[in-house]
């Protein structure tokens, strides 16, 4: 076996149809993920990993240690959720373990390595547990090496798939939570999934590997409602995954750290580069402790609560999508299962995730003595992409209402996603609202109730659309410099503005654009203007409920709430927090008011 060198191009092709086998079978995967957790999203997760991985070997390579290095590369870069880590961190492993073989091309340095990296996947997790994707790993490349008298890959292969797909039979008997639903675990399948297509296209010099289950007109495979009862409510609400660069810390210390604000703790370590997940309640204190041992370059954060309650009990057959512009409590977001797409906050060179890793007071707090402005940025297509590939095998139709798209991309970001859908039978409807900040939220509010009141698709779609033209927001702005910055007041009247000490109130035109619609010396003064306005509305037109925001000024907040009570006759359905990309361009101590009119007048 010494004397046998691996064909890097065969082995090329090995990886993309062992990967491409993955994303075939990812709603199979969805399907039976019921462990650490039950939110259904291995095969997704997995899916993600393997697309970084097509692309990366995509290009030409000239040698196996190249391949694997870009395997690696892209790995860590693209993995997602447990066994994903997992995955990254073995195959970083027989990369690192490849170097320092003297013959890189070898069978004999392959089988080394490949046993040899079992150590590091170990490692990489916090609490080892027999039964999931670890056992297939050690299983699989300890099959290899006992093999080792057999010559070539060619044979030896195949025996150690056999010994994988013992291993992965008996996950049903090692945990209780896999043998209750009579299911194998959902990563460990997916480890078995890649070495199944990336042995029969090394073996067979294959270039398309038929997937077993999977056809393009097959029919959608639904999450039965009865399928995961026995698995429990996670203990933590977020999982949360964040690549760092430059690091600076050992990964036991790294894990030492992390370890009290969570579990599912993994940690990846490779060439100064870490990815790390965990469950977590505080996803915003994991972020800060890794900021200060290396620079973040990407992170996510799903809800687990939500998945899981909508696994559990799902209370609608629409799914209802807004993204975090739009400011509705976390508690109503919850109770009524709806799916929230995060912007994303740049302070200096660390991205934050809007309401989760980073909320409007810290946001204050650390750009008060920063020279350079922070930016937005609107969800990614890839993240819009992976809700909606959740969202498809659990409803049969998705409506999102976006902040107004003269605000933002998102708008076009989501129509994006939503054409990819070609493929799926789930109908979805991606609506502009016209609106942000609460009155975006009033929209969200008004769109739960229809989709809870048993109307068709169609005539909820259309009563949203309607139901735009009666919100209207009222921002009382107190500093004008972040007004100024972000573009929202143009620099020359701004200037003239605060020489005046004009304190102005900001609303949105019928298209969603921002507008002065008056102006005070004061801010009483606007209280005054603003609250005058609303009575006349209130008179004209009745209104019907509305919201109190603000940025970082909770006790002006209140005050308006009893002005606003005495004149309207009744009180706000809600005080919050405005999101921090509202807060960046209002600037702090600013208070908006949000209403919605029950009908408009002639």
Not at 107 to 113: E, L, P, Y
Not at 395 to 416: C, M, N, P, R
Not at 436 to 457: D, K, R, Y
Not at 561 to 568: H, I, P
Request: aromatic share 6%.
């Amino acid at each position: 076996m010494d004397d046998q060198a691996i064909d890097y191009k065969k082995l090329l092709n090995a990886f993309q149809q062992g990967a491409t086998q993955v994303i075939k079978e990812k709603q199979e995967l969805n399907q039976i993920n019921v462990f650490p957790v039950s939110d259904g999203d291995t095969g997704s997760n997995l899916a993600s990993l393997m697309q970084a991985i097509l692309e990366e070997t995509n290009k030409e390579a000239t040698s196996v240690l190249e391949v694997f290095e870009r395997v690696a590369e892209a790995s860590l870069l693209g993995a997602r959720g447990n066994s994903g880590i997992i995955f990254a961190q073995y195959f970083n492993g027989i990369y690192n373990n490849l170097l320092i073989q003297e013959e890189k091309n070898s069978v004999a340095s392959f089988v080394k390595s490949v046993k040899s990296a079992i150590a590091e996947a170990y490692q990489a997790i916090s609490n080892p547990v027999e039964g999931t994707i670890i056992t297939v790993i050690r299983s699989w490349a300890e099959a290899l090496s006992e093999n080792d008298q057999v010559q070539g890959l060619e044979k030896l292969l195949p025996k150690a798939l056999a010994e994988a797909e013992q291993a992965l039979n008996n996950t049903t008997k090692q945990l209780k939570v896999l043998q209750r639903n009579q299911v194998v675990d959902a990563g460990a399948k997916g480890f078995y999934i890649f070495i199944t297509g990336f042995t029969h296209a090394f073996v067979n010099k294959e270039t398309t590997v038929k997937s077993r289950t999977y056809s393009d007109d097959s029919p959608k495979i639904e999450i039965s409602d009865t399928k995961h009862l026995n698995t429990s409510e996670p203990k933590y609400r977020y999982c949360t995954e964040i690549l760092l660069d430059h690091v600076t810390k050992p990964k036991a210390e790294i894990q030492m750290k992390l370890a009290p604000y969570g579990d599912s703790l993994i940690v990846a370590v490779n060439r100064n580069k870490a990815r790390i997940h965990i469950h977590s309640n505080q996803p915003d204190e994991v972020l800060s402790y890794l900021s200060t041992i290396g620079q973040p370059l990407q992170q996510k954060a799903d809800d687990m609560l939500l998945q899981y309650q909508v696994n559990q009990h799902k209370k609608a057959s629409i799914a209802l999508v807004t993204d975090s512009i739009a400011d509705v409590p976390a508690e109503y977001i919850l109770n009524n299962q709806i799916h929230v797409l995060p912007m994303n906050i740049l302070i200096g060179n660390t991205s934050y995730i809007d309401k989760i890793t980073i909320q409007s007071k810290q946001f204050f707090k650390m750009n008060k003595n920063r020279s350079e402005r922070a930016t937005s940025s609107q969800p990614t297509l890839k993240t819009v992409e992976n809700l909606f590939s959740f969202l498809e095998t659990r409803y049969e139709a998705i409506i999102v209402i976006t902040v107004a798209d003269k605000l933002s991309g998102t708008f076009h970001t989501v129509k994006e996603a939503a054409k990819k859908m070609t493929a799926s039978t789930t109908r979805i409807e991606v609506i502009d609202s016209k609106q942000n900040s609460a009155a975006q939220g009033l929209l969200i509010m008004n769109a739960a109730e229809l989709i809870h009141s048993g109307l068709t698709f169609d005539e909820i779609v259309e009563q949203i659309k309607k139901k735009r033209s009666q919100l209207k927001i009222l921002v009382s702005v107190d500093d004008l410099d972040p007004m100024i910055d972000s573009g929202r007041i143009p620099q020359f009247a701004g200037k003239i503005a605060k020489k005046i000490n004009v304190k102005p109130i900001v609303s949105l035109n019928e298209k969603g654009e921002g507008q002065l619609s008056d102006f005070a010396f004061s801010l009483k003064g606007n209280e005054r203007k603003i609250i005058h306005q609303l009575k006349k509305i209130h008179t004209k037109n009745k209104i019907r409920r509305y919201a109190i925001i603000h940025a970082n000024a909770e006790q002006r907040a209140q005050h308006w709430k009893n002005k606003l009570s005495e004149a309207v006759g009744f009180q706000p359905s809600y005080i919050m927090d405005i999101s921090t990309v509202i807060a960046m361009s209002a600037g702090q101590g600013s208070i908006a008011v949000a209403v919605e009119i029950e009908e408009r007048g002639d």
